[in-house]
Antibody
């Protein structure tokens, strides 16, 4: 069974940094693109970032470009999201999700973690 | 950026009703369109991929159609367990989700 387990969320002050991790099991990790999707309180789903299976290609939404960086360690079956210069509007439940293909953004996300909550507040 | 406009934003229907949700892209996206179901407290679930293909283990009462800019998601016979918010998502250029449609039982 494929499982994704996020960690690293919490309460952080505006302007500070946080790194999210997503540990994957039950799959050949490097064979799939992976992504992060968030949902702010009372809002809809918002795609944040994606990374190809090899890690060679990364993509970020305009709302986080220049502040967030997605990466992966295929030897550890782990996906990361480095979040810098955090803002109140980054407050959300962050999901890690598995793409259905290895390349580009992953097309669709067929497996999701349970999410980790990030709260940006002073 | 490609914008995805979903309608309605919410609907109320009776058990057994046919439910239809539409999603319109701001530019043509071929069939690069997926549909997800999100129940409260649960992670999203992929229901339909590439506009019309049923996801793994998804009941056949769910279906999708469309191409280009206009897409439709249908529940042929609404069941109590279908109470959720449904989202479309394009992957033609980066990824964008629609605003969501909250489905309730009348």
């Amino acid at each position: 069974e494929v499982q994704l387990l996020e960690s690293g969320g919490g309460l952080v002050q505006p302007g500070r940094s946080l790194r999210l991790s997503c540990a994957a099991s039950g799959l050949t990790f490097s064979s799939y693109a992976m992504g992060w999707v968030r949902q702010a309180p009372g809002k809809g789903l918002e795609w944040v970032s994606s990374i190809s299976g090899s890690g060679a290609n990364t993509y970020h939404a305009d709302s986080v470009k220049g502040r967030f960086t997605i990466s992966r360690d295929n030897s550890k079956n782990t996906l990361y999201l480095q979040m810098n210069s955090l803002r109140a509007e980054d407050t959300a439940l962050y999901y890690c999700a598995k793409g259905t293909v290895p390349h580009n953004l992953g097309n669709a996300f067929d497996i999701w973690g349970q999410g980790t909550m990030v709260t940006v507040s002073s | 950026d490609i914008q995805m406009t979903q309608s309605p934003s919410s609907l109320s229907a009776s058990v057994g009703d046919r439910v239809t949700i539409t999603c319109q892209a701001s530019q043509g996206i071929s069939n690069y369109l997926n549909w997800y179901q999100r129940k409260p407290g649960k992670a999203p679930k992929l229901l339909i991929y590439d506009a019309s293909n049923l996801g793994t283990g998804v009941p056949s009462r769910f279906s999708g159609s469309g191409s280009g800019t206009d897409f439709t998601f249908t529940i042929s016979s609404l069941q109590p367990e279908d109470i959720a918010t449904y989202y479309c998502q394009q992957y033609d250029t980066l990824l964008t989700f629609g605003g969501g449609t909250k489905v309730e039982i009348k």
